[in-house]
Antibody
Framework: EVQLVESGGDLVQPGGSLRLSCAAS????????MNWVRQAPGKGLEWVAN????????RYVDSVKGRFTISRDNDKKSVYLQMNSLRVEDTAVYFC?????????WGQGTLVTVSS | DVVLTQSPLFLPVTLGQPASISCRSS???????????FNWFQQRPGQSPRHLIY???NRDSGVPDRFSGSGSGSDFTLKISRVEADDVGVYYC?????????FGQGTKLEIK
């Protein structure tokens, strides 16, 4: 059974930091692009960052460039999102997703709340 | 950024009746052979998104054949042949031809 389990979401003050983790199982992790997608409360979906299967290529949406860092550990079958200088507008459920050309898998999400 | 515009944004449907959602892209998403980096997702209330369709018209594993995708260039459509109660939720189109990958605003399907 395919599983993606996110963790690390929390309430943090503006300017603070969090590290999200996503543990994968049930599929060939090192063959998948891994991604973080977020959804603000009551809003639509927004792509945040992705990383290629060997970790050599990373991309970020402009609103998080310079503040967020995506990484992966293929031995641990995990992907991470280091989030620094958090802003109120970063408040969202963060989903971890794994992609190939024909399919993709999603975790249940972890809630990040940025508020004073 | 590529903008995906969905219509309608709200779709009340009678059980057993068909439903159709349109998605228009601000840029062509088609590459060689008529393929496109274009997908459809379903998000049921309180759940994470579920992948339905890739490359315009190909259903992911386990997706009922009531769901079908069509389109070309920059205009795409998701059709549900006979709506069931389980289909309630928000439907999103998505492109991954250009970075950043983008989603449409979502179409909320409910049962009349």
């Amino acid at each position: 059974e395919v599983q993606l389990v996110e963790s690390g979401g929390d309430l943090v003050q503006p300017g603070g930091s969090l590290r999200l983790s996503c543990a994968a199982s049930g599929f060939i992790f090192n063959g998948f692009w891994m991604n973080w997608v977020r959804q603000a409360p009551g809003k639509g979906l927004e792509w945040v960052a992705n990383i290629n299967p060997d970790g050599s290529a990373k991309r970020y949406v402009d609103s998080v460039k310079g503040r967020f860092t995506i990484s992966r550990d293929n031995d641990k079958k995990s992907v991470y999102l280091q989030m620094n200088s958090l802003r109120v507008e970063d408040t969202a459920v963060y989903f971890c997703t794994g992609w190939t050309t024909v399919t993709n898998y999603w975790g249940q999400g972890t809630l990040v709340t940025v508020s004073s | 950024d590529v903008v995906l515009t969905q219509s309608p944004l709200f779709l009340p449907v009678t059980l057993g009746q068909p439903a159709s959602i349109s998605c228009r892209s601000s840029q062509s998403l088609v590459y060689s052979g008529g393929n496109a980096y274009f997908n459809w997702f379903q998000q049921r209330p309180g759940q994470s998104p579920r992948h339905l369709i890739y490359n315009i018209s190909n259903r992911d594993s386990g997706v009922p054949d009531r769901f079908s995708g069509s389109g070309s260039g920059s205009d795409f459509t998701l059709k549900i042949s006979r709506v069931e109660a389980d289909d309630v939720g928000v439907y999103y189109c998505m492109q991954h031809a250009y970075w950043p990958h983008t989603f449409g605003q979502g179409t909320k399907l409910e049962i009349k």
